[in-house]
């Protein structure tokens, strides 16, 4: 089929545009990088499809983005993305602003029960009946100027997206498309919420184990690697790999020779930033007791594993009353964080991950089924 494509590629157009945008009830909003070799995505296109029309941002040519950022915070615009949680993240770092209200259409499709995390050509299919050439997604959007083969599949992405929306929405009772966007304001609060670089040693492999001491090392560590991966533009893992992480704070080498003992650590980390790894180690490891940061709670143990399928049960059996996908109704970080607050003999307590609808129609079912208090 004939797609009808814009490119825009000066500010006055993206300003016009965007007003013009900012008369719709959605937009469909689609975004092509390239992230291998750094820490932030590299945006080689931005694609908006209006139910019409396809338009082809061209991110090497937009100078001012405040006209998209207007169009991404506008309430009365919807904007329709699919799995959209790296499209966020290149938004952010283009525009500083994130899209709210906020649809997503695997979320939708979920909700219909069509399947969970299902990938754009297969929804696709799904719901329009349209078979989608093989995916440009390895492409170097960088490129210029990009083939006919890239151009055609960006502009069907935005057009078969607004579609896709059409469709989806029709067919979505009303409390499952408040639910939808529900979420969708959900991922955009997470993203919005980032983690101090100190905090995230907390997510570690197996730093529960460590000691009070060893934990101000390994959060030294992380924050360290965290703001280099920043500075640098480069991937986390280059800068130092992550299971050289918990052996550096367990084993608190003293020399290079050491150093390059530690379990996968790149010769390169150790040649370029050797010495400073030797620094933080010894000046981090002599933080005074007070300074310490608390015991990591231990993994739930093997006796939770029967409560913990109750408590999922009590999902799936939401789920198959609402007739929605089950891995929906109850996400298992948030299944353990309820047992934690009060394993093994309570009381529990629902954790603040427990929101919204899923809080009101199974949050006291699951302090039920452990004894617990009301929420």
Known sequence: MAIDIHWIRDDASLASYCARW???????LDTEFVRVDTFYPQTGLVQV?????????????????RPLAALLEDPAVVKVLHACSED?????????????????????????????????????QAVLGIELPKGETRSDWLQRPLSELQIRYAAEDAVHLAELYVA???????????????????????????VLPEELYREGRLAW?????????????????EREARRRDQPRNRILRENSLWPLARYQPTDLVGLGRIEDMHPRTVRQDGETLLRL???????PPERWPEPLPEPLPMEASGLLKRLRA??????????????????????????KSGFPNGPYRLPDTLRGWRRERMGQTLLDCLGGERP
């Open 88 to 124: 966020l993240e290149v938004l952010l770092r283009l525009t500083g602003s994130l899209p709210l209200p906020l649809f997503d259409t695997q979320l939708a499709a979920a909700y219909l029960n069509l399947g969970f995390s299902m990938g754009y050509s297969r929804l696709v």
């Open 209 to 225: 184990k460590l000691s009070c001491q060893q934990l101000a090392v390994l959060r030294e560590l992380y924050a360290w690697r």
């Open 49 to 65: 499809g209006d139910g019409r029309s396809a338009y082809l941002i061209d991110p090497l040519d937009i100078g001012d983005w």
């Open 168 to 194: 989806l929405g029709a067919r979505l009772a009303e409390d499952k498309r408040a639910w939808t966007l529900e979420d969708g304001a959900e991922l955009v609060a997470n993203l919005r919420r980032e």
């Open 281 to 287: 180690i010894r000046e981090s490891g002599a933080t």
């Open 22 to 28: 900012r008369q719709l009830p959605f937009v469909a």
């Open 314 to 339: 009590v999902g799936q059996a939401e789920a198959a009353r609402l007739q929605i996908a089950p891995e929906l109704a109850l996400r298992k970080k948030t299944l353990e964080a309820l047992l």
